[in-house]
């Protein structure tokens, strides 16, 4: 989790520092929404995976598949409740989204495989 942490407030600093000197046009104004909420799921997926781990890895698959469609339809909500309430450049926040998906997901997948090549 401490990894994960690390990568958002690195994210956070990136997307600070690119508002600021005026290179945010490839980045809609709610990207800290969409960050947010991609650390909640990291959260919610690290928590699900140590359930997992536990008992000898019983149940691991269970929760891991579980985790893969919590955060898809918690991803389709998110995208859809904002839509929903009207955006200036819906494009622009789907491309984003989409962007912070691939990269969490990419982050979890490496965490998740390291853990598992080490035990």
Not at 13 to 40: E, N, T
Not at 86 to 96: A, Q, R
Request: proline share 1%; with cysteine.
């Amino acid at each position: 989790m401490l990894r994960t942490l690390i990568a958002t407030i690195l994210l956070g600093i990136v997307f600070f520092l690119a508002q600021k000197f005026h290179f945010d046009s490839f980045l809609h104004p709610y990207i800290w929404y969409i960050l947010v909420f991609f650390f909640g799921l990291s959260f919610l997926a690290h928590r699900l995976m140590d359930f997992g781990m536990q008992n000898k890895r019983e149940k691991f698959v269970t929760f891991y598949i579980s985790t893969i469609v919590a955060r898809i339809i918690l991803s389709l909500i998110f995208i859809a409740i904002f839509l929903y309430r009207g955006l200036t450049d819906s494009f622009l926040f789907v491309i984003d989204f989409f962007a912070l998906y691939l990269f969490y997901t990419c982050f979890e997948i490496y965490g998740l495989y390291r853990n598992l090549r080490r035990d």
